[in-house]
T-cell receptor, first 112, second 114 residues
Framework: NAGVTQTPKFQVLKTGQSMTLQCAQD?????MSWYRQDPGMGLRLIHY???????DQGEVPNGYNVSRSTTEDFPLRLLSAAPSQTSVYFC???????????FGPGTRLTVT | AQSVTQLDSHVSVSEGTPVLLRCNYS??????LFWYVQHPNKGLQLLLK??????LVKGINGFEAEFKKSETSFHLTKPSAHMSDAAEYFC????????????FGTGTRLKVLA
């Protein structure tokens, strides 16, 4: 099993550009989530999904969109990048809500 | 509102001495609680979890945590620190009440002195 994979590992964007961070898992997990990690703030939940076709907002959803068309994939879209979105982004999955999460290796995003 | 508080942002211990990382939570329901570790420039790894079974939970690398409902605490301990334990540690609570979220504490950076 590859576990949770994320691409790309690094990305630099200019303000106003859009992009999609990819996340995939091969464990048939129902629950998937996106976090951003900023110094001193821990990990903050952006969006989550409890199953294919079902998504909901987390603590910091503004400026981000998600969709969950398959169990395996949960892409995160930045609609119009802003410097405040410079961060490290982690995708995670778990068998269901309440179970332990497995994390991807992260994407380091810089917006200039 | 459910939340989690890690009481120390930085902890320093000498190698071979005990480790205590403190976590308090607030939850209206019986929560699931987790501790994760993150080594520099790495992803997050699960250390241990509490899911309403035994209140004393043993994890990997000699870590354990005790769930104390009366004190709403889930402190992480290790009898003897090793240099390889230097990392950032996160306490996480699963919250319910109509949503299905996990809330992270702000983290405790553990430094191990030789």
């Amino acid at each position: 099993n590859a576990g949770v994979t994320q691409t790309p590992k690094f990305q630099v964007l200019k303000t106003g550009q859009s992009m999609t961070l990819q996340c995939a898992q091969d464990m048939n997990h129902e629950y998937m989530s996106w976090y951003r990690q900023d110094p001193g703030m821990g990990l903050r939940l952006i969006h989550y999904s409890v199953g294919a076709g079902i998504t909901d907002q987390g603590e910091v959803p503004n400026g981000y969109n998600v969709s969950r068309s398959t169990t395996e994939d949960f892409p995160l879209r930045l609609l119009s990048a802003a410097p405040s979105q410079t961060s490290v982004y982690f995708c995670a999955s778990s068998y269901a809500w309440g179970f332990e999460q497995y994390f991807g290796p992260g994407t380091r995003l810089t917006v200039t | 509102a459910q939340s989690v508080t890690q009481l120390d942002s930085h902890v320093s211990v000498s190698e071979g001495t005990p480790v205590l990382l403190r976590c308090n939570y607030s939850s209206s329901y019986s929560p699931s609680l987790f501790w994760y570790v993150q080594h520099p420039n790495k992803g997050l790894q699960l250390l241990l979890k509490y899911t309403s079974a035994a209140t004393l939970v043993k994890g990997i690398n000699g870590f354990e945590a005790e769930f104390k409902k009366s004190e709403t605490s889930f402190h992480l301990t290790k009898p003897s620190a090793h240099m390889s334990d230097a990392a950032e540690y996160f306490c996480v609570v699963s919250v319910s009440s109509g949503t299905y979220k996990y809330i992270f504490g702000t983290g405790t950076r553990l430094k191990v002195l030789a």
